[in-house]
């Protein structure tokens, strides 16, 4: 496209030291269900272009939805002045970039059915008979269903001589079912967070099996026992349960910006400082988590990152010891790596990409381990499945995680069925309780696809997975 | 009226021929600088646009939005909304369009936030910088303008058309252990002034330097405006009044009855200049609203489709005024033994969606007092609340201040507030 070309030109004539621009076409594809009722139906269309320009250790971005010569042009001049009004405040403190080669590549998500082109009528239809499904059953009152189809088309030039084509794209179908009792109401709920790949997915998923067991999980869960009063006991979390603590409590404190406290005023800041790297023991010894934004089907796999570096595999931690963090270009030099692990990532054309979490997950055990062993092996616990509530400090130590479905364990066995469980647990008493990891045979991944960070905010995507784990004596009781 | 939006709206009407549409069309120039530990490390301008049309044939609808306003882009987006439409099934909760409406007449825009250039925007951070590197501290945050338009059509005759600004400045300050913050949100400049805003800031770092260890424990409190935002916003998603009557929320079948404390009183008014006040949303007109009066829920957010089930009428949260006493922090630590003061919430989340339980931290210092006088800070809190039953607990409130473009709320004075862990900073 010859407005690439145009705006890095115009970039270096007025007088930048590195620029890009990202053209990039967002399309989503909404269908949202609610007790048979469509409640959105719709394909929606962000399109537009963003130039970024590094001028005298400062950033200036400036984004436009015209295309046009003279736009590109206006747009190009406007990201350099506000650079450099960026760099009088900076000049004594300024920024730099890791050093990084030119690519021309192209990346595309490999995709068997392409969700885009799967008639609305046969996913409406879909959607209605497991609506139908979960109404069926007496006592559940409210059901729904969404599938969320999504598509980034992205061009990227740099003054690096870096020329990529980069088509992604992931799709997320969410079915749920609440039952309501005089006294309360409870949700199951079926979501795996979505994941980059297409239309086959939901294909094999079987969600009308899904929705029947949902449905029966919800009126059991209505019905449950509420757990005691908070005491420690041992806890196993099922992949999809695990992919938000990991995300919350490994994730954000491993973004270098955050470290860096470049999120101080909204996000948060971290505890993992640097001086821990190489010698802080975040977890116990069978802890190993890897930055990895190459995993097939991974929502961060996206080839190539918004500073045209290329995605990578690294460890974050190993053996239970904090190894690196997933950086930028922009923040890597202040820790003196003279790298970045291709973490810079934008929502929209119109954002300036920040430092987000890489596809992160925990490696499997290496000893043979079943889940049912794992129960067999347990006498007084909880088992939690699927995502519930979540909060955490903004240094990323003190959390609370509810969940979605709870069994409570004795003597080896499934006891009964639980809600509102709560635990609370803190870095790095969680990760160094872990004892008992299942094997790769139970290896899961879980996305999230609104991943919340940023002035102005942004949402962000990736890939967590992990097998089924054990943590040992962590405060678990039931809410009010 | 913006004359752009007039054109498009212009084109749709002549070319859409579904039997119902409605039209919304959004434009926003934006300036965000980003700074952090005393330099500027983002820094973003330019517009975004959209331009949404949903349609409808007899009850079955399709949506579509595009960022292009050329002729090609708008027959595109008529033709996908209209495709999704008559390949949609009937949507029995189909509500047709809003006709004409007398809409309030609102002032949300200051020229002064609008024109404000951006190397003064510039100049505010550098001095915020200057002021924390006096003070041998580091401060992070983002300075904003906005300037929107926003238009809605219906093909049953409805008109709406809006613009306003925002300015924003927000900034936490660091200074070894130390980290607090304050933030500025108003439609207008007329109220900022960045040697008070800094000034702020100072004095509540400095409230902060000696602080000790304490646990966590049901404890009177004093939620300072701020920190008071946060936790309405939560409480009110769960005021839906559709939610509440099919029995989700634990506002089923309290319309009308004593459910909040009787000091707690909450309102949307257009009467206060200096909060916003949108004029319309989904086609409802705003008007005043009283949501809660003396403790009694009066109305419940209440959408388009339910109102016309029902035979209520619809409405919508367009701003937060919370009627406040006169009571001074002072007056307020005199009335407990012991308590705390908390600056802000943060990553509030709901616990249990029926019984309306919440759960987050503090954040930005929290002061101990006690026999009337602030004796240090502590450490950070987590707490396991319900907030209509905390209403019960109000001892006093201060008076209302403006908290946020669209919120005006006073500090409270609740007693036994609910912290059952702590963090360890």
């Known amino acids: 496209m010859r407005y690439l070309d145009l705006a890095i030109g115009k970039a270096l004539d007025l007088g930048a030291e590195y620029a890009d621009i990202r053209v990039q076409k967002t399309s989503d594809e909404v269908v949202f269900l609610r007790n048979l009722s469509l409640k959105n139906t719709s394909h929606n269309v962000i399109y537009g272009y963003g130039i970024r320009v590094f001028y005298q ?30 760099a009088k405040v900076n000049k004594d ?151 938000l603590t990991m995300h919350e409590s490994v994730g954000h404190p491993t973004e270098l910006d955050r470290v860096l406290g470049w999120e101080a005023d909204y996000a948060g800041i971290s505890f993992a400082t640097p001086e821990k790297l190489g010698n802080y023991r975040y977890g116990s010894e069978i802890v190993n988590f890897m930055g990895d934004n190459t995993l097939e089907e991974g929502l961060a796999s996206l080839g190539f990152d918004d500073d045209g570096v290329p995605a990578q595999k690294w460890h974050i931690i190993k053996d239970g010891i904090l190894k690196e963090y997933g950086s930028t270009r922009d923040t890597a030099m202040e820790i003196g790596l003279d790298y970045s692990r291709g973490c810079n990532r934008a929502t929209y054309y119109y954002d300036q990409p920040i ?96 991943c919340g960070k940023g002035q102005p905010s942004q949402t962000a995507r990736m890939t967590h997975g992990s097998a089924p784990a054990r943590f040992r004596n962590i405060r678990v009781g039931g809410s009010q | ?161 809006d613009e306003s600004t925002d300015f924003g400045h927000s900034m936490t300050l660091k200074k070894g252990t130390v980290e607090t913050k304050v933030s500025y949100d108003s439609k207008g400049l007329a109220r900022f002034d960045q040697a008070a805003e800094f000034n702020r800031l ?55 009855k004593l459910f909040f404390g009787e000091k707690f009183s909450l309102y949307s008014t257009l009467d206060i200049p200096a909060i916003k006040a949108v004029p319309y949303r989904d086609g409802i007109a705003s008007k005043n609203t009283t949501w809660i009066e003396n403790g009694m829920i009066r109305n419940m957010p209440t959408n388009r489709y339910w109102a016309k089930a029902n035979n209520l009428e619809p409405n919508h949260i367009f701003n937060m005024y919370l009627s406040g006493g006169d009571a001074t922090e002072e007056q307020m630590m005199q ?35 006690e026999d009337g006088k602030i004796r240090h800070a502590v450490n950070n809190f987590r707490f396991n609340e319900i907030p209509h039953l905390a209403t019960r607990r109000i001892l006093a409130l201060g008076p209302s201040i403006p908290t946020a473009c669209s919120a005006m709320l006073p500090s409270l004075l609740i007693d036994n507030f609910n912290f059952v862990d702590k963090t360890t900073f």
Not at chain 1, 424 to 433: A, G, L, R, T, V
Not at chain 2, 336 to 364: C, H
């Open chain 2, 1 to 161: 009226m913006n004359a752009n939006f007039e054109k498009i709206a212009a084109y749709i009407k002549q070319h859409c021929h579904a039997d119902d549409f409605s039209l919304h069309i959004g434009h926003v120039e934006s300036h965000e600088t980003r700074f952090a530990q005393n330099r500027i490390t983002q820094h973003l301008a330019g517009p975004t646009f959209s331009i949404n049309l949903t349609v409808a044939f007899e009850n079955r609808t399709g949506s579509a939005s595009v960022t292009q306003d050329d002729p090609a882009s708008l027959d595109k987006l008529i033709q996908t909304a209209c495709d999704i439409a008559s390949l949609n099934q009937p949507d029995p909760e189909f509500v047709p369009s809003e006709g004409p409406k007398e809409l309030p007449q609102v002032q949300n825009c200051d020229p002064a936030a609008q024109e404000l250039e951006p190397a003064k925007m510039v100049d505010i951070v550098q001095y915020m910088i200057d002021q924390a590197k006096a003070f041998d501290a580091t401060v992070s945050g983002l300075t904003e303008k906005h300037y929107s338009q926003r238009m809605l059509i219906t093909k049953n005759g409805f008109v709406g058309y």
């Open chain 1, 93 to 243: 403190k300024q920024l730099h970039l890791a050093p990084e080669r030119s690519y021309i590549a192209k990346y595309q998500t490999p995709v068997k059915i392409d969700p885009f082109s799967v008639p609305l009528s046969e996913k409406v239809e879909l959607m209605m008979e497991t609506n139908r499904i979960l109404l069926g059953y007496e006592g559940i009152k409210q059901a729904m269903f969404y599938i969320v189809s999504h598509k980034d088309e992205k061009l990227f030039a740099s003054t690096l001589g870096t020329r990529l084509e980069l088509n992604t794209q992931w799709i997320d179908p969410m079915v749920s079912a609440t039952a309501v009792t005089d006294s309360d109401s409870q949700s199951r709920t079926f979501d795996e967070g979505g994941r980059s790949t297409g239309w086959e997915w939901v294909l094999e998923l079987n969600l009308q099996e899904k929705a029947r067991q949902i449905a029966q999980e919800a009126l059991i869960k209505v019905k449950a026992d509420v757990l005691g009063p908070e005491t420690r006991r041992s806890l196993i979390l099922d992949p999809n349960h695990l992919g």
């Open chain 1, 57 to 86: 250790g400062a950033w200036g971005f400036a984004h436009n939805n015209v295309f046009s010569e003279k736009a590109v042009l206006a747009t190009a001049e406007k990201a350099f002045e506000i650079a450099q009004l960026s």
């Open chain 2, 202 to 256: 100072k004095e509540q770092a400095i409230s902060l330097a000696d602080k000790r260890d304490m646990d966590a424990a049901p404890i009177a409190v004093i939620l300072r405006p701020y920190a008071l935002q946060d936790l309405i916003w939560y409480m009110t998603w769960m005021m839906d009044r559709r939610m509440s009557d099919e029995g989700f929320t634990p506002f089923t079948g309290q319309m009308g």
């Open chain 2, 335 to 369: 009335m407990v033994p012991r308590g705390l003061i908390l600056n802000q919430f943060w990553y509030i989340r709901s616990v249990d969606a029926k019984a309306g339980e919440l759960t987050g931290m503090t954040r930005d210092g929290v002061l101990y007092f």
């Open chain 1, 355 to 450: 430092n987000r979490i890489p596809n992160l997950y925990l490696m499997p055990g290496t000893k043979p381990l079943t889940p049912a062993e794992l129960i067999a092996d347990t006498e007084d616990g909880v088992y939690i499945q699927g995502r519930g509530s979540f909060s955490i400090d903004q240094h990323r130590l003190n959390f609370q995680f509810g969940g979605d479905y709870f069994w409570e364990i004795k003597n080896g066995k499934l006891h009964r069925p639980l809600k509102k469980v709560l635990y609370k647990s803190c870095n790095p008493e969680f990760w160094n309780s872990c004892d008992a990891i299942c094997d790769e045979r139970f290896w899961r991944p879980f996305g999230v696809i609104n």
